[in-house]
């Protein structure tokens, strides 16, 4: 199994820029996060997913965050406009819902905006 | 809120020593505990998790102590080498799939 993917890996953007994240889960699991971690703040959580469908957004920090997913193996988390205190690394991860098997986390994306 | 609370912040051990990391929490609805492990660079990995049903699980050098009276729980790392050397974070889950986690615990192991 190639695990959760996601790209780009890294991302350097100027301010008022969009940035898209993207995040491909596990095939089989039904449920979808999106993480930031920075070091003030540790993980966060931003939003998830059940079934492609968003459960609890209240993770997300404005609504220049916005979060899609059109299908069981494909995610967004877009940033519009960025800003630089958005630099952080970004998480996605995915697990069975109800499965209580855990999740599993992909390598991140590491933001900066200059 | 912090829904665990984690200790200690930072940790350093002797290689071959005993690594101890400690977790509580208040929610009694919280089924299910795992220990994330994170490398510099690299996404949190799943290390072990324990339900609290049981009061330890031992998968290798590594154990959780669950104490569900006192609602804590703890992960140990016996033999510690140099390659645990990492970020800890334990974690509660409560029937749905939103995971809580703790501040985490930067191990170091002194070779």
């Known amino acids: 199994d190639a695990g959760v993917i996601q790209s780009p890996r890294h991302e350097v953007t100027e301010m008022g820029q969009e940035v898209t994240l993207r995040c491909k889960p596990i095939?089989?699991?039904?449920?979808l996060f999106w993480y930031r971690q920075t070091m003030m703040r540790g993980l966060e959580l931003l939003i998830y997913f059940n079934n492609n469908v968003p459960i609890d957004d209240s993770g997300m920090p404005e609504d220049r965050f916005s979060a899609k997913m059109p299908n069981a193996s494909f995610s967004t988390l877009k940033i519009q406009p960025s800003e630089p205190r958005d630099s952080a690394v970004y998480f996605c991860?995915?697990?069975?819902?109800?499965?209580?098997?855990?999740?599993?986390f992909g390598p991140g994306t590491r933001l900066t905006v200059t | 809120q912090q829904q665990v609370k984690q200790s200690p912040q930072s940790l350093i051990v002797q290689k071959g020593g005993i690594s101890i990391i400690n977790c509580a929490y208040e929610n009694t609805a919280f089924d299910y505990f795992p220990w994330y492990q994170q490398f510099p660079g690299k996404g949190p990995a799943l290390l072990i998790a324990?339900?609290?049903?049981?009061s330890e699980k031992k998968e290798g050098r590594f154990t959780i102590s669950f104490n569900k009276s006192a609602k804590q729980f703890s992960l140990h790392i016996m033999d510690s080498q140099p390659g645990d050397s990492a970020t800890y974070f334990c974690a509660a889950l409560a029937g749905a799939n939103n995971l809580f986690f703790g501040t985490g615990t930067r191990l170091t192991v002194i070779p």
């Open positions: 991860a995915s697990s069975l819902y109800r499965g209580g098997s855990g999740q599993y």
């Open positions: 095939s089989g699991h039904n449920s």
């Open positions: 324990i339900r609290p049903d049981v």
